[in-house]
């Protein structure tokens, strides 16, 4: 009788040393999968606005060039990527109250990432899919932002 109870002391330890492991093992994955979700989240937001300070700088440039221009014709082209983290993204150029703002979305992210613009020349609103874009203006017009 003794060794058929040490033979079930053996298999019992083992199968609980398994759950034990499987129920670490299993919640290692579920903390390091939420982490890198957050992490890919901040990433994304970080180039999302390094992307937006590009494009505000060319918008302030054709700005510049809109006022020192008399008559005539301004063309900026602004090269951005067409992915941010992997995924598409949009870019909505909104003006309200002679205030302009890039506002940067992504459909996975909850928050925008919005850089404001400091510009003397109207902007007209705007919304692209993120990649090539053209600054445009012409004498007495506002800036137009068109896909490049």
């Known amino acids: 009788m003794a060794d058929v109870d040490r033979g079930v002391s053996t298999i019992l330890g083992y199968s609980l040393n398994l759950v034990v492991a ?3 093992v299993t ?5 390091a999968g939420s982490l890198v979700e957050s992490q890919r989240d901040q990433a994304a937001k970080a180039e999302l606005s390094v ?3 590009r494009l505000v700088a060319d918008l302030e440039t054709a700005d510049r060039l809109a006022r020192s221009a008399d008559d005539g ?3 900026v ?4 990527p067409t992915r941010i983290a992997g995924t598409p ?3 909505a150029i909104v003006t309200e109250s002679g205030e302009a703002r890039a506002v940067f979305s992504i ?3 909850a928050d925008d990432v919005v ?3 400091n510009n003397e020349t109207a902007i007209a609103n705007a919304s692209h899919r993120g990649g090539d874009l053209r600054i445009t203006w012409s004498a007495g017009g506002p800036l137009e932002v068109q896909d490049g």
Request: zero cysteines; charged letters at 15%.
């Open 77 to 80: 082209e602004t090269t951005l």
């Open 89 to 91: 993204y949009d870019v």
């Open 51 to 53: 992307v937006g300070e």
């Open 27 to 31: 919640g290692v994955l579920i903390a």
């Open 22 to 24: 499987t129920l670490v």
């Open 115 to 117: 850089v404001p613009v």
């Open 73 to 75: 014709h301004v063309s």
């Open 107 to 109: 459909d996975s992210m």
